[in-house]
């Protein structure tokens, strides 16, 4: 497939801006249970929300760039019976909305007690706003990775892998983010934002690898006998019935040579897992704020390339019908 | 229920792209607006179609056949490119299974086009939506036209009559005969989209001639050939009147 610029935006845009929300809620959740001291600006939380909700409404942007009608982009609400994009553009402005509420709440101090705790904690609306946030945002996950995982003849997208990575991608760059952040507004939150990213790193490496490994094994599903229903073992295409280019030429091949996309593949693995989880430690061994945000630059950078090889990897069987043009 | 369909013989279509010129012709003079052709006339010339004839070479030297495989979309039974539609523009009609777009709804996310393992969708760069075989179906309900006409355009066309057009649910129609008496088969059925447009294979005929088929066993010529040749030095017949 040619991986299309707006998407690799709104997936990894998105992405990062979920993991954002999660780790603003997750020191929330930590606070409240008196597990981590409670962060030195309040500004954490709004500036936080408002960064991820500035990061999902940028991806929002780069999807309509996808689109040939932009004005009705409001149709593709109405499918969610059937449809996980549907599902996706419900849910991702569901999810801004709610991180929007829940940076409101904590900026104009909603912080009247709805129950509170035996130990003590107070369930305010922040609370429930974070909650409600967390499901969505999984949902998010979900939605995003399914559409891409729920089309059974692309093979290497076909997989629960797909929907682990993207929560753990885009988990990790959440959290460095979150990381990043914390260490200008937030330094006692510093080391316990970077633990999980470093965790998060880690797991969404072994997961992105284990695909690595899938994809490289896969057997294609449709063979050149198939798609023309005929049993030869040597069947050579000889004219794809015009010797110009078409969309099936231009949107199913992503042009770019074996070597590039190795070069592509170690460049992801080594931005996005490598260098970040260096920063990281760097970072948290030195106190130095620099690392953090490198760390997050240059993983959000390997986590471009890495969709990029995500969608180019994907071999679509109407290939099969455009192997020599003339 | 009706499943309209087209049924297209292999052994028939000489590759010609009749099909594929008047479907063109057809489609890009409709109400729906031109099917887009981009730089026609340049170096890179691209354009939407319908219908498309693919060569293909079975086979290696001498031992070779030629297949040309006219392809559009197969109005699958069970169409992956349906469900995926987040605004519903890609629909199945319930009444006689065609597969269509409404160009009016479609957003063009081309989610659809990926979600169909034949390619048989096609994004028009002008109107920016997605498009696809209709199975003409702004001629094949045209009562204005003759009785004869209300078929697809490129069955109208077709030279050699390769391509067969009706319900492939009515056992007794002539398309269902020609599936079930010629081995008529889909393109990957491994995907479980139970294409709706089926291919009737090409076949090869061939006679088993044995050795003693060649000769004539009771020619009687054979029989005078057994019989004892006259010799120069022996009797003729004249000999025989001169006597």
């Known amino acids: 497939m040619r991986p299309a610029l707006s998407v690799i935006f709104l997936t990894t845009l998105i992405g990062a801006g979920q993991g954002l929300f999660l780790a603003l809620y997750t020191v929330q959740l930590y606070v409240l249970f008196h597990l981590l001291p409670a962060p030195e600006a309040q500004s954490f939380y709004t500036l936080g929300s408002l960064i991820a909700a500035l990061?999902?409404?940028?991806?929002?942007?780069?999807?309509?760039?996808?689109?040939?009608?932009?004005?009705?982009?409001?149709?593709?609400?109405?499918?969610?019976?059937?449809?996980?994009?549907?599902?996706?553009?419900?849910?991702?402005?569901?999810?801004?909305?709610?991180?929007?509420l829940f940076g409101l709440a904590h900026w104009l101090e909603w912080r009247s007690a709805l129950?509170?705790?035996?130990?003590?904690?107070?369930?305010?609306?922040?609370?429930?706003?974070?909650?409600?946030?967390?499901?969505?945002?999984?949902?998010?996950?979900?939605?995003?990775?399914?559409?891409y995982a729920c089309l059974p003849f692309l093979r290497e997208w076909h997989s629960p892998l797909t929907v682990v990575n993207f929560i753990f991608l885009g988990g990790a760059s959440g959290f460095t983010l979150a990381s990043a952040f914390a260490a200008q507004v937030a330094p006692s939150l510093v080391g316990f934002l970077a633990g999980w990213?470093?965790?998060?790193?880690?797991?969404?490496?072994?997961?992105?690898a284990a695909s690595l490994v899938r994809n490289a094994r896969l057997r294609p599903g449709s063979t050149a006998q198939s798609a023309v229903g005929v049993k030869h073992p040597r069947i050579v295409q000889k004219s794809q019935g015009a010797m110009g280019g078409s969309f099936n030429t231009r949107e199913f091949f992503h042009g770019a040579s074996a070597q590039t996309m190795r070069a592509v593949a170690s460049g992801f693995l080594l931005l996005a897992f490598a260098v970040p989880v260096a920063l990281l430690a760097l970072g948290l061994a030195q106190d130095?704020?620099?690392?953090?945000?490198?760390?997050?630059?240059?993983?959000?950078?390997?986590?471009?390339?890495?969709?990029?090889?995500?969608?180019?990897?994907?071999?679509?069987?109407?290939?099969?019908?455009?192997?020599?043009?003339a | 229920m009706t499943q309209l369909a087209l049924v297209i013989d292999l052994n028939v279509c000489v590759g010609c792209h009749a099909c594929v010129?008047?479907?063109?012709?057809?489609?890009?003079?409709?109400?729906?607006?031109?099917?887009?052709?981009?730089?026609?006339?340049?170096?890179?010339?691209?354009?939407?179609?319908?219908?498309?004839?693919?060569?293909?070479?079975?086979?290696?030297?001498?031992?070779?056949?030629?297949?040309?495989?006219?392809k559009s979309c197969l109005h699958c039974e069970d169409p992956p490119c349906v469900p995926v539609c987040p605004t519903g523009a890609s629909y199945k009609r319930k009444e006689d299974g065609i597969v269509l777009v409404d160009y009016d709804k479609c957003i063009g996310c081309k989610y659809c086009a990926w979600a169909c393992p034949y390619g048989a969708r096609e994004f028009d760069?002008?109107?920016?939506?997605?498009?696809?075989?209709?199975?003409?179906?702004?001629?094949?309900?045209?009562?204005?036209?003759?009785?004869?006409?209300?078929?697809?355009?490129?069955?109208?066309?077709?030279?050699?009559?390769?391509?067969?057009?009706?319900?492939?649910?009515?056992?007794?129609?002539?398309?269902?005969?020609?599936?079930?008496?010629?081995?008529?088969?889909?393109?990957?059925?491994?995907?479980?989209?139970?294409?709706?447009?089926?291919?009737?294979?090409?076949?090869?005929?061939?006679?088993?001639?044995?050795?003693?088929?060649?000769?004539?066993?009771?020619?009687?010529?054979?029989?005078?050939?057994?019989?004892?040749?006259?010799?120069?030095?022996?009797?003729?017949?004249?000999?025989?009147?001169?006597?």
């Open chain 1, 55 to 100: 990061l999902l409404l940028a991806g929002l942007i780069a999807s309509f760039f996808h689109l040939g009608h932009p004005e009705r982009a409001w149709r593709a609400a109405t499918q969610w019976r059937t449809s996980w994009l549907s599902r996706e553009v419900i849910v991702l402005p569901a999810l801004l909305g709610t991180i929007t």
């Open chain 2, 21 to 70: 010129t008047s479907c063109k012709q057809w489609n890009t003079s409709g109400s729906a607006g031109p099917l887009v052709d981009l730089r026609p006339y340049d170096a890179d010339p691209s354009g939407t179609f319908f219908n498309r004839v693919q060569t293909f070479e079975i086979g290696q030297f001498p031992h070779t056949e030629t297949l040309h495989l006219p």
């Open chain 1, 115 to 147: 129950a509170t705790l035996p130990s003590g904690g107070r369930v305010d609306p922040t609370v429930l706003f974070g909650a409600l946030g967390t499901l969505l945002a999984f949902a998010l996950f979900v939605c995003t990775a399914m559409i």
């Open chain 1, 197 to 208: 990213a470093l965790i998060l790193t880690a797991l969404a490496l072994v997961a992105r």
């Open chain 1, 288 to 325: 130095a704020s620099w690392a953090f945000t490198a760390a997050f630059a240059l993983q959000f950078l390997g986590l471009l390339g890495e969709r990029w090889y995500f969608f180019a990897q994907a071999n679509h069987p109407q290939n099969l019908y455009y192997r020599a043009i």
């Open chain 2, 125 to 243: 760069e002008n109107r920016k939506v997605m498009t696809k075989c209709t199975l003409c179906v702004d001629r094949i309900y045209d009562a204005s036209l003759a009785e004869a006409d209300r078929k697809p355009a490129c069955v109208k066309a077709c030279p050699t009559s390769a391509r067969l057009f009706g319900d492939i649910h009515d056992p007794q129609s002539e398309v269902s005969q020609a599936v079930r008496g010629n081995g008529g088969y889909q393109l990957m059925p491994e995907w479980g989209t139970q294409p709706a447009n089926h291919y009737l294979p090409r076949r090869q005929t061939r006679i088993k001639i044995h050795a003693d088929e060649l000769e004539r066993s009771d020619n009687p010529r054979k029989r005078d050939a057994q019989l004892p040749r006259p010799t120069p030095t022996g009797p003729t017949i004249e000999d025989a009147v001169g006597w």
